[in-house]
């Protein structure tokens, strides 16, 4: 490959180039362990970007552990010092290596990406990045809380029926992620005294606002439970900061320290001995965003791939069947921009619509559907959004005029109470309706959750 790599080229008999001016890896921690050649978390030098050793190995002077929550302490090792370490390890590897590897945190592994000198041209370990998602939502730092106050909560005599009964509650999530009754409630069956949360990722980006709402409301009154209530609160405002950086990149800014906060909430609550490593790589999310632009993660990937099993599945010819996959994907893409669905009877969506608006406002050339597919997602009849504290957004319907989208939305504009950061908020009744650009609504704040009780709503983040 050459030096002045600008990509690679796709299809050996055409030979078409793809340009690339930048790669990154966005991987879980086994499979940047697997291709990188790094220890990991079961290592004593358990992060691939810097200097802090794993537990309290306080003994190692200038190392800091991974249980420090001031993040200026950590020594970033720069590509230089990742090849500077592989070039020892290899200049020592006709003798015993264990301790070595050990003590730099790196595996001698040929095949690694960081060994291979082609792979190494355009792929260097600061471009991997650590991954949100499974730091967060899959077997992360959420589901690791979520159980540990559920269990201090029953170790204060919380009975196991209030949480029950406050999922039952009529909970409405957005149509994209609808989520049924009966699995909301089984989503308390997934918490065990004694362990993590046991939820998938989208379980445990359910259960989150949900049990922060519960925390906030009833657990909180216990006494006993108010560090626990205090950090679980911190969690939620760091998830829901990068949830937002998801959308713009410049939401990001202060991750670093609301992850402190909530760090050192989290170690008050549970002692420093319950951290684990993705505490620490969380830590590197905010300079990772800053370098690339954009919040990457793996949400993305997992639903590429499962994009990609359901086209795969139903192609029979095998000749050419990489091209037809990839043409298919390149259709079921392109059909995500701006449109309505096809599949909603008129009269039923004019129904409500047409009585809140004159005729005239909505004109001809209007067509008008329960739901719209936008390039950064889908928006659908009865999803709230947020325009700060200034008003709360039903969706009525939505509608397309000359080639722009357009929401009816009813509009709450009185806020009741609210937590920290809107994470929930209580409206009155909306009581006037409003059309609003797409544009504008994609950067209202998504709601998760809403419920409506006794004229009143209740609106979760
Ligand atoms: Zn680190």
């Given at each position: 490959m050459a030096e002045d790599f600008t990509g690679f080229a796709v299809d050996k008999s055409n030979p078409f180039l793809v340009v690339v001016q930048c790669l990154y890896m966005v991987a879980d921690e086994a499979a940047?362990?697997?291709?990188?050649?790094?220890?990991?978390?079961?290592?004593?030098?358990?992060?691939?970007?810097?200097?802090?050793?794993?537990?309290?190995q306080t003994n190692l002077r200038g190392f800091p552990s991974i249980s420090e929550d001031d993040y200026r302490r950590f020594v970033i090792q720069s590509?230089?010092?990742?090849?500077d370490?592989?070039?020892?390890?290899?200049?020592?590897?006709?003798?015993?290596?264990?301790?070595?590897?050990?003590?730099?945190?790196?595996?001698?592994?040929?095949?690694?990406?960081?060994?291979?000198?082609?792979?190494?041209?355009?792929?260097?370990?600061?471009?991997?990045?650590?991954?949100?998602?499974?730091?967060?939502?899959?077997?992360?730092?959420?589901?690791?809380?979520?159980?540990?106050?559920?269990?201090?909560?029953?170790?204060?005599?919380?009975?196991?029926?209030?949480?029950?009964?406050?999922?039952?509650?009529?909970?409405?999530?957005?149509?994209?992620?609808?989520?049924?009754?009966?699995?909301?409630?089984?989503?308390?069956?997934?918490?065990?005294?004694?362990?993590?949360?046991?939820?998938?990722?989208?379980?445990t980006l359910h259960m989150l606002p949900l049990m922060a709402f519960f925390s906030s409301e009833v657990l909180s009154g216990i006494e006993a439970l108010s560090l626990q209530c205090a950090s679980l609160e911190k969690l939620n405002l760091?998830?829901?900061?990068?949830?937002?950086?998801?959308?713009?990149?410049?939401?990001?800014?202060?991750?670093?320290?609301?992850?402190?906060?909530?760090?050192?909430?989290?170690?008050?609550?549970?002692?420093?001995?319950?951290?684990?490593?993705?505490?620490?790589?969380?830590?590197?999310?905010?300079?990772?965003?800053?370098?690339?632009?954009?919040?990457l993660d793996c949400f993305t990937c997992e639903r590429k791939n499962k994009k990609f099993i359901s086209i795969a599945e139903n192609i029979v010819k095998l000749q050419d069947?990489?091209?037809?996959?990839?043409?298919?994907?390149?259709?079921?893409?392109?059909?995500?921009?701006?449109?309505?669905?096809?599949?909603?009877?008129?009269?039923?969506?004019?129904?409500?619509?047409?009585?809140?608006?004159?005729?005239?406002v909505l004109g001809e050339h209007v067509t008008i559907s329960k739901c719209m597919y936008c390039p950064w997602g889908t928006i659908s009849a009865g999803d709230f959004f947020l325009e700060g504290q200034d008003a709360a957004y039903k969706i009525l319907a939505c509608m397309l005029r000359d080639g722009s989208g357009e929401v009816l939305a009813l509009q709450h504009d009185r806020l009741l109470s609210r937590g920290p950061e809107m994470s929930w908020s209580k409206w009155s009744n909306g009581n006037r309706a409003v059309l609003i650009p797409v544009e504008i609504v994609m950067h209202m704040a998504a709601v998760s959750f809403a419920c409506a009780d006794d004229g009143q709503i209740y609106l979760l983040r």
């Open positions: 940047i362990k697997a291709a990188a050649g790094s220890k990991g978390a079961s290592g004593l030098r358990p992060c691939l970007r810097c200097n802090a050793v794993y537990g309290q590509d230089q010092d990742v090849k370490t592989m070039t020892f390890l290899q200049q020592h590897a006709d003798r015993p290596t264990r301790l070595k590897e050990k003590l730099s945190g790196w595996h001698l592994v040929p095949e690694s990406f960081v060994m291979d000198a082609t792979c190494k041209k355009f792929l260097q370990p600061s471009r991997v990045q650590y991954d949100a998602m499974h730091i967060y939502f899959s077997n992360g730092i959420v589901g690791q809380e979520l159980g540990l106050i559920f269990s201090a909560a029953m170790d204060a005599g919380l009975n196991q029926e209030a949480l029950g009964n406050f999922l039952a509650l009529p909970w409405a999530a957005p149509q994209s992620k609808k989520i049924a009754a009966f699995q909301l409630r089984e989503l308390a069956k997934l918490l065990k005294r004694g362990s993590d949360f046991k939820g998938d990722a989208s379980q760091v998830c829901l900061q990068i949830q937002a950086s998801k959308q713009n990149a410049k939401a990001a800014n202060g991750l670093s320290d609301a992850q402190r906060s909530h760090f050192q909430a989290f170690k008050a609550a549970y002692a420093s001995e319950a951290a684990r490593p993705k505490h620490h790589y969380a830590f590197h999310l905010e300079a990772q965003v800053a370098a690339s632009a954009c919040m069947f990489e091209k037809s996959v990839l043409l298919r994907w390149l259709e079921a893409d392109a059909e995500q921009c701006l449109r309505l669905t096809e599949d909603m009877p008129d009269h039923e969506v004019l129904s409500s619509p047409s009585a809140l608006l004159p005729p005239d």
